[in-house]
Structures are given as C-alpha cells and as structure tokens.
C-alpha cells in the first residue's frame, strides 16, 4: 500500500460544467494481480478513491475521460517495460469495477501522456473545460505526463492523491511532489472536491 504524502490536502471548489476527470489506464495488466505490470495493492486503493469520486461527483458523465494504454505488439515501449496492455488483450480492458458510461470518452493512447497524438486536447476544448482532475496509475508515469502536458496547454489540474497509486511509496510521493511543486497542481482528496 502507497503511503500517503506527506503534503497537506487542499480544498477544492470546482464548476462542474468546466471540470473534466481523467481516469488515467486502469486496466488490468496494471491494477490486477498477475497482470502484465501489476503494481500491487496500492492499485486497489486507487480504484476505491476512483470509484467513490465518480458516485459523488457533479462533473458531467461527458466529461469523464478513461485512457487506455493501447499498444501493438511490436510497440519501442517494450525495450523499457514488459509487454503489457497490448491493444484487444484482456489486460487492456479497463478494470471491472469502474463502469465506463456511454456518454463518457475513451482515449487510447501508445505513450505516457494521454495528450500525446490523441484528440483529447480537442475533445476538452470543444467543451470548454478549464480544470481537470486526474487519477489513476502510475502516479510518477502516466499521470505525471499527463499533468504535465494539461498544465503547460493551460489547464487547471486538480490530483486527489488517494486517487493515484505507484509501485513504491518513494515514486508515489515523488509524483504528488513533482505535480505540486513543478506544475503548481492542487493536491487534494476525493472527499475535498466540492
């Protein structure tokens, strides 16, 4: 289990119209046991704070954006990791405890950030979102990319640290470190989201 940081969880108001959740690849071969990359139980900590977040939120369901890890076989990631969520495979499949909604946006992406040669730039400004809150695996790779690509195009970015999850408690802490004090993130709680 990740420790929590040691960062003091903020308050949030936010305008739900103007607000996006990104849910960032929580998929199987990350956060299953005996999956391709699993990163162990702190995965199970995070689907609980995802899942809690999305039953209470106002945030539209529009406006819940999942990413997944899609990747083909032959992918260059593989030099770096393990063949993991390899496009079509059972541990590509966003995890069965979070219902993806119809209305909700799916965004497939081969590299950390999900901003990277997606549409996901697109798809938020076409709805006028000026805040997002993010969530999801790996705290220090995937969420910390994706942060730092949503705060350099101008987004507000909001991380709920209970929603995030690493393989150690140093990347963890790590991850929540860098988004606040290099991308002037608020750090928070799920329950601190009003």
């Given at each position: 289990m990740a420790a929590e940081t040691k960062i003091k969880a903020e308050e949030v108001i936010i305008k739900p119209?103007?607000?996006?959740i990104i849910i960032v690849d929580m998929q199987k071969d990350f956060c299953y046991e005996g999956?391709?990359?699993?990163?162990?139980?702190?995965?199970?900590?995070?689907?609980?704070?995802?899942?809690?977040?999305?039953?209470r939120t106002s945030v539209p369901q529009e406006h819940w954006i999942f990413t997944q890890d899609w990747h083909r076989d032959d992918d260059p990631e593989f030099k770096i990791w393990p063949k993991h969520c390899v496009a079509g495979t059972d541990g590509a499949e966003i995890v069965d405890e979070l219902e993806v909604p119809e209305k909700s946006h799916v965004v497939k992406k081969r590299r950390y950030s999900a901003f990277f040669s997606t549409d996901l730039d697109l798809y938020l400004r076409e709805r006028d979102?000026?805040?997002?809150?993010?969530?999801?695996?790996v705290t220090n790779i995937c969420v910390l990319h994706t942060a730092a690509d949503a705060a350099m195009q101008g987004y507000a970015v909001v991380v709920p640290a209970d929603c995030v999850a690493a393989i150690s408690d140093y990347e963890q802490d790590y991850g929540i470190r860098h988004m606040k004090n290099v991308l002037n993130a608020k750090i928070t709680k799920s329950v601190l989201i009003k």
């Open positions: 119209a103007e607000t996006a999956g391709a990359l699993y990163i162990g139980d702190a995965a199970k900590n995070a689907v609980g704070g995802i899942k809690s977040l999305l039953q979102i000026a805040t997002l809150i993010i969530t999801g695996v």
